[in-house]
């Protein structure tokens, strides 16, 4: 059975350990800086609390990085040459040099890294991507997500709020669904964004960016701190020259597609000549309840982790799938600064 460590001890380390409890683990324990937090995290789900990183390093075969982002490159960093399997949460890191960095530390120990870039794993997102993938929808054209809620908090949370950090709302927020739609769809030749970021707005934050992928498709990514506290929401829609996918939480049916057909399919004449589709399908509905433990995403990426190790296979996000994720995130951030759109491929961050 492998013991398992948590680095970081707040909301989000808190979640994983909920769903590392249902999986054949040992959950060793928890090191955070703030005491409170490693106690209240031991007395909930077990396992003790480590005075140092390295204490917690000694005791486990797999590493949870679960700390506020500035953290994760010296967690990951200590763990890979402690040659600990790592999970890391998103986003791997706060810029492009560090991820590289992490990964080379990683591959130079020859342990696994994981980036827990859960969106991959919500089985709405899962199906839009095997809908993708089949074929039924032709080739994608043009794809909008929406990624809403209000802003993460004050307090512990504050760090949020200050972009040199987290990134704002478009590294924490929108790189789920940039990383979703490079999985789905394909590289991303160019970003273009505006929003509230470097605003200075307190309390609020929101991004409208444009990808322009490198087969030609568009996507539109709208993500949010601005929504009032408790809403939170999120939405794909996928066209295609052969089909349409949706999915939007807010709706009452959870999922829908509509399948294009042919003229010729459709008309008395059968005339084969005709490849003109038009909207003469009809929606199919698929249901997905989130109650089900095999649903819950963040069960589902801590338990492909796991056999992933176990078989020694490769991980569904690698990575490179990380580190393109923050960058993309970077350039979009830098579109949103300079008022101009920004080569992916070309672009290089200057850290300040």
Sequence with gaps: MK?????????????????????PVDLVGFYDIDPQAMESACQEFGGKAYPTLDALLA?????????????????????????????????????????EEMIAACEENDVPLFVAQVVRFFPQFAKTKAVIDSGQVGKPCVVRTVRAGSHPGNG??????????????????????????????GEVERVFARGMTFDDVKGRDHALISLRFTNGAIGHVECSWSHPQGIFCTAIEVAG?????????????????????????????????????????????????PLFPEDDPYY??????????????????????????????????ESMRCGQPVDVATFEEVKS
């Design 156 to 185: 512990k949370r504050s760090w949020f709020g200050e972009v040199d950090k987290s990134g704002g709302v478009i590294m924490d927020v929108g790189l789920h669904d940039i990383d979703f739609l490079r999985w789905s769809i």
């Design 3 to 23: 013991r398992v460590g948590i680095i970081g001890a707040g909301g989000i380390g808190v979640w994983h350990a909920s769903r590392w409890k249902q999986l």
């Design 300 to 333: 589902l990426e801590l338990k492909h982790f796991l056999d992933c190790i176990e078989n020694g296979t490769s991980c569904k996000v690698s990575p490179h799938d990380g580190l393109m994720a923050v960058k993309v995130s970077l350039a979009a951030m």
């Design 241 to 289: 020259d052969g089909g349409m996918i949706e999915w939007d939480s807010l709706k009452d049916q959870p999922y829908s597609s509509i399948m294009l057909q042919n003229e010729a399919a459709n008309t008395a004449s059968g005339d084969s000549t005709s490849s003109i589709p038009h909207a003469g399908g009809k929606p199919s509905i698929d249901h997905a309840s």
């Design 59 to 99: 005791d486990v075969d797999i590493v949870d990085v679960c700390s506020i982002t500035p953290a994760h490159k010296e967690a990951v960093l200590a763990a890979a040459e402690a040659k600990k399997a790592i999970v890391c949460e998103k986003p791997l890191a706060r810029h492009v040099s560090d991820c």
